[in-house]
């Protein structure tokens, strides 16, 4: 099956070559797309990813999907704009459904992240980007991680989380969220997530 890898912001595609070996060894054709938040204002990431997206359709098989973070926003909302697309699922691994605190505090409080994450910092800051996504109606699997701090110094306070997204941003109605005790950064890593893409990339339609 092919299958399109998207990376998270700050990450490149290199992130999710891991992953990326332990699908090909599974017999799929594994691909990547790339992008830059601070070289590419959003709308034409999206334009790309469209693109993209639209070549795969023209074949007519089946297409697999995983967008770790930010490239879970970007795919939801491309796959969107290509109907002709055949997915046979798509998997997100920490991708915010709300607007995610870690985001808000950076852009609030750390000046380098607004010049880095330009655009894209800016939609994960702001509740009527988020309330805008178009619903998901392909199989799709939302899995988060819960290795992260929790506490009375932390800023997600009792909300388990992964470091960066807590399980509470990540959920979404109508969809059960996966959850397994890795941090955000390596939630691609993890070999119990890796084992859980495998099981839904399979080419059999699961029952």
């Given at each position: 099956m092919q299958l399109l890898l998207v990376h998270g912001l700050g990450r490149t595609p290199l992130s999710l070559f891991g992953l990326g070996a332990t699908l090909r060894n599974a017999?799929?054709?594994?691909?990547?797309?790339?992008?830059s938040p601070t070289l590419e204002p959003l709308a034409r990431i999206l334009g790309r990813l469209r693109s993209r997206l639209s070549k795969l359709a023209v074949r007519g098989q089946p297409v697999g999907l995983v967008?770790?973070?930010l490239g879970g926003i970007l795919l939801r909302t491309a796959i969107s704009t290509v109907p002709g697309l055949r997915v046979h699922?798509?998997?997100?691994?920490?991708t915010p459904t709300s607007v995610p605190r870690m985001a808000v505090l950076a852009w609030n409080w750390v000046?380098?992240?607004?010049?880095?994450?330009?655009?894209?910092?800016?939609?994960?800051?702001?509740?009527?980007?988020?309330?805008?996504?178009?619903?998901?109606?392909?199989?799709?699997?939302?899995?988060?991680?819960?290795?992260?701090?929790?506490?009375?110094?932390?800023?997600?306070?009792?909300?388990p989380n992964d470091g960066v997204v807590s399980?509470?941003?990540?959920?979404?109605?109508?969809?059960?969220?996966?959850?397994?005790?890795?941090?955000?950064?390596?939630?691609?890593?993890?070999?119990?997530?890796?084992?859980?893409?495998?099981?839904?990339m399979r080419s059999e339609p699961l029952s």
């Open positions: 017999g799929h054709h594994v691909r990547y797309f790339g992008y967008g770790h973070s699922h798509f998997a997100t691994l920490g000046p380098p992240f607004r010049l880095w994450t330009r655009d894209c910092g800016r939609f994960l800051t702001s509740r009527q980007a988020f309330a805008d996504l178009p619903p998901i109606t392909v199989p799709f699997t939302p899995i988060a991680g819960t290795a992260g701090p929790c506490g009375r110094y932390s800023p997600f306070q009792n909300d399980v509470s941003e990540a959920e979404l109605p109508g969809h059960t969220l996966t959850l397994f005790p890795a941090a955000h950064t390596f939630l691609m890593d993890a070999v119990a997530v890796r084992s859980r893409i495998l099981t839904l």
